[in-house]
């Protein structure tokens, strides 16, 4: 099981990594290698098992219905790489 | 030489309390072992040696008005994936360079208020994904036991500092053997924490299944007097568990008449170093001695666990790390549109090991491989639990090697991830079966480089795992050996 040129392009994209070339070529060579690895777990029989993923025990978490005081804005915003006027602010869509 | 940085917690606080020394006088002298030897170690990325001595001062102030707190004038370092407040916190990567987080971690709200003085953040393998500290986005940190090998890792900042007297203990972070590897290879006492024992609020999440905070720490004592402190339930986390955290402390009292030790045939396996064998094989012989009883068991799903591993922990970190977008906090790349700047953003900040990782987890949940991958692996980790409480019908702890290698050179496995991800092969199935486990230090081996026992226990158990540990230690002389140091 080898991945193609195409999957690690279509995993890039969905995962927002902008990478060149080369790093394609070596995440490709790589990640064929770790995924040859872990084909072995396709040997266990787990045809009836359900799969765990979380191993605490399942159970409904509430809190009081009480105001708590949050983070203030002005300290939310301190490190964002750009604030205008109380708002996270990112470049424009298109 | 000033030995104050050597002393363990406990004997320091028991020292303070007898005024042999003030708090002042006990950061200081830390302050100048770090300045002394951190050049060439590297353990710590931001030292924080004023704040740390306003501390000092108040906690002297605060033990002269009759104040007693557990922790009261101890100084200690936190692993840089810890949140805390108004100190720059990054994880090892440079996508996090000059964020400060606004509020503390839970683990370190509980240690500032029992008292401790923090030294500074250590360095790790960035976003904690890696074995021996070559991961940070910033530099490698160097093993005081020999300088050109590695600390292990993840947490091998917070394992050097201890292990060189830049603290008297530390806070790290295990998601499959983070702090229990790097314990090992530097000759301290690594616990990992039942799952949900301690809160994760303020951990830069990782795998959020898996992450468990946990204390290096150079002996058991201290271990059991740190987690005392940081276990129990938090508002701020709904995966901690509600149990009442026992008298850790308590349970230390050497008797192990009785005890049902098991050793997984799984465990003793071509590529385990031959001097590491021959000292865990010491060991349980030890354990014998102190009246403990042996029993081969079985975990025959042992050589499954780094597939599952590398398969769940990349899954969820691909999620947990979506959040690092350029918008909120840290490095944003310049850029035109909001698309290209995420892209970029990501593409530029963060590092290969980490960048794999997103990748491969990014196809283990992709349409189309979900099923055979991610849900596979999970069913799998259903397995692995399973063995485990197996094994824990028949016995009380189970007992083995912590790595199947002493500190590796820098250098030697960090273009082979596959390599690299070999280091963790006895500490993950711990970590996805939720159990608690800890190394102690057991022997050297012909280089003189520590060696590091691994005991694991069921669920929320702790009490009886730093027990073993403790009996364990007291019998012998490891922990007690501390590295020559440069310049020192």
């Not at chain 1, 872990?38 to 266990?44: D, G, K, L, S």
């Not at chain 2, 530390?170 to 314990?183: C, E, I, K, N, Y």
């Amino acid at each position: 099981m080898s991945l193609t040129r195409e999957e690690v392009d279509h995993i890039a994209a969905l995962a927002h990594l902008t990478l060149s070339e080369a790093q394609k070529a070596r995440y490709q060579e790589q990640l064929s290698a770790i995924l040859d690895y872990a084909a072995r777990i396709q040997a266990v029989d787990t045809s009836t098992i359900s799969p765990t993923a979380t191993v605490l025990p399942l159970r409904t978490i509430l809190r009081d219905d009480t105001m708590t005081s949050p983070l203030p804005r002005e300290e939310a915003l301190t490190n964002a790489p750009e604030a205008i006027e109380g708002c996270f602010a990112v470049p424009p869509l298109r | 030489m000033n030995t104050l940085p050597d002393l363990t917690l406990h004997a320091a606080l028991d020292l303070l309390n007898r005024k042999e020394f003030s708090a002042t006088e006990l950061t200081l002298a830390l302050l100048e072992r770090i300045q002394a030897v951190d050049n060439q170690i590297q353990a710590y990325l931001t030292p924080t040696p004023e704040a740390a001595l306003t501390a000092a001062r108040q906690a002297d102030q605060l033990r002269a008005q009759g104040e007693t707190r557990p922790l009261l004038g101890l100084p200690l370092a936190i692993k840089d994936n810890i949140s805390t407040r108004g100190v720059p916190t990054t994880a090892g990567s440079r996508i996090l360079e000059g964020y400060v987080p606004p509020f503390d971690a839970t683990v370190v709200e509980r240690l500032k208020a029992a008292g401790a003085i923090i030294l500074g953040k250590t360095n790790l393998d960035e976003f904690a994904m890696g074995s021996s500290t070559e991961n940070s986005g910033f530099f490698t940190t160097h093993n005081p036991w020999d300088l050109e090998r590695v600390p292990g890792g993840s947490s091998g900042g917070s394992a050097a500092a201890v292990a060189a007297g830049e603290a008297l203990a530390a806070l790290g972070t295990d998601t499959g053997g983070s702090v229990r590897q790097p314990a090992s290879l530097c000759n301290l006492v690594g616990l990992r924490p039942t799952y949900g024992r301690c809160s994760r609020y303020g951990l830069i999440a990782f795998a959020s299944s898996l992450d468990q905070p946990g204390p290096l720490t150079r002996d058991v004592t201290d271990a059991a007097l740190l987690l005392g402190l940081i276990a129990g339930a938090d508002p701020h986390d709904s995966t901690t568990r509600p149990e009442p955290v026992p008298d850790y402390l308590a349970a230390l009292t050497g008797d192990l008449k009785g005890l049902r030790v098991g050793v997984p045939r799984e465990y003793f396996v071509a590529g385990l170093q031959p001097a590491v064998e021959q000292a865990v094989q010491a060991a349980l012989q030890t354990l014998v001695d102190l009246g403990a009883t042996l029993v081969e068991v079985s975990l025959p799903h042992t050589d499954v666990a780094l597939p599952v591993y590398y398969l769940v922990a990349p899954a969820e970190c691909s999620a947990n790390l979506a959040r690092f977008d350029g918008v909120r906090y840290g490095f944003r790349a310049p850029a035109t549109t909001l698309e290209e700047m995420v892209s970029q953003t990501r593409g530029q900040g963060f590092g290969p090991e980490v960048t794999r990782r997103i990748m491969l987890g990014t196809y283990a949940l992709s349409a189309g491989y979900y099923d055979a991958y991610y849900r596979k692996a999970q069913q799998v980790r259903t397995l692995i639990k399973a063995d485990f409480d197996a094994a824990f019908q028949q016995v009380d702890v189970l007992a083995g090697p912590t790595s199947p290698v002493t500190a590796f050179r820098i250098g030697e496995r960090a273009d082979d991830p596959l390599q690299m991800y070999l280091a963790d092969i006895f500490t993950l199935s711990q970590a996805l079966a939720g159990i608690p486990a800890v190394s102690v230090p057991c022997g050297f081996d012909e280089s003189g480089l520590p060696i590091g026992l691994q005991l694991a226990a069921p669920e929320l158990a702790e009490a009886q795992l730093l027990q073993v540990a403790y009996a364990y230690e007291q019998a012998t002389p490891w922990h007690q050996r501390r590295p020559a140091l440069p310049g020192k």
